[in-house]
């Protein structure tokens, strides 16, 4: 899965993806930007394109195990589908931390002692198998301009 974690204006996600139990990548990038919009995706790699496209109103064919912090015109949103409902957005408030994917409850608990977004990940990764590799961050703008930052 992954790990996402957002905080005081910077997203934190890692860079490894899985196959069950077998690590296949330590070095990828999760951050995907279309149209304008970026989205930081967790869950399934291969189901990533159809979370982006349910996003921009494909209607997606069979299960999406993909969910996404999406910044969207100065926006911040959690994204998912779901299997009966299909795509659900639910916004972010930008002055409080969030996390998404298998590290969740590392990263709530790493940033409620004070931890910030790339340190949160950092940490999830030390008990989170699904979590790994270079962590990557995206400093996001008082209007919601996202540029790297490391």
């Not at 995907?32 to 997606?60: M, Q, W």
């Not at 299997?83 to 940033?111: E, N, V």
């Amino acid at each position: 899965m992954t790990t996402i974690a957002y905080k005081d204006g910077v997203i934190a996600y890692d860079s490894r993806v899985t196959r069950g139990d077998l690590i296949t990548d330590d070095d990828c990038d999760k951050c995907i930007e279309r149209d304008g919009v970026k989205f930081f995706l967790s869950g399934a790699l291969c189901d990533y394109d159809a979370l982006v496209g349910a996003y921009f109103g494909t209607a997606p064919t069979g299960k999406v195990d993909a969910s996404a912090i999406v910044v969207d015109s100065g926006n911040l949103i959690m994204v998912a589908v779901d299997d009966d409902t299909g795509l659900w957005k639910s916004p972010i408030k930008p002055d409080r931390p969030y996390a998404i994917g298998s590290g969740t409850p590392y990263a709530f608990a790493a940033m409620d002692m004070g931890a910030s977004a790339e340190k949160a990940v950092e940490m999830a990764a030390r008990r989170d198998t699904s979590t790994g590799g270079k962590v990557r961050t995206m400093r996001i703008d008082q209007h919601g301009k996202a540029s790297s930052s490391g």
